[in-house]
């Protein structure tokens, strides 16, 4: 599976974006994905997972409530929707799969890296 992250930008804070991980090859709909980012100077760290079905998610305690991620099997397409952006959301965000059917907090779990798509909040 290779991944494709889209969807960055630069917003005032308070705004909204959208991010999008296209994926290619046919064992999208079978696994787990998930949302990193890394601030600079920062490690990596979690965002939000979802199983194969999007039926189960889980979401880091700093975006719980406001960001919201979901995916479209038949487009084989993950989504982070980002609400009331924080300037410490700042960061370049990754997605993720897992070659399992339930996603991961642990980004060592991984199989599959998006690029990355940098997304900058301003105050």
């Not at 290619?24 to 199983?51: D, H, I, N, Y």
């Not at 889980?58 to 924080?86: E, H, P, W």
Request: proline share 2%.
């Amino acid at each position: 599976v290779q991944l494709q992250a889209s969807g960055g930008g630069l917003v005032q804070a308070g705004g909204s974006l959208r991010l999008s991980c296209a994926a290619s090859g046919r064992t999208f709909s079978r696994c787990g994905m998930g949302w990193f980012r890394q601030a600079p100077g920062k490690e990596r760290e979690f965002v939000a997972t979802l199983s194969w079905s999007g039926g189960n998610t889980y979401y880091a305690d700093s975006v719980k409530g406001r960001f919201t991620i979901s995916r479209d099997n038949a487009k084989n397409t993950l989504y982070l929707q980002m609400n009331s952006l924080k300037p410490e959301d700042t960061a370049v965000y990754y997605c993720a799969g897992i070659k399992q059917l339930y996603g991961s907090i642990r980004h060592g779990d991984y199989d599959y890296w998006g690029q990355g798509t940098l997304v900058t909040v301003s105050s």
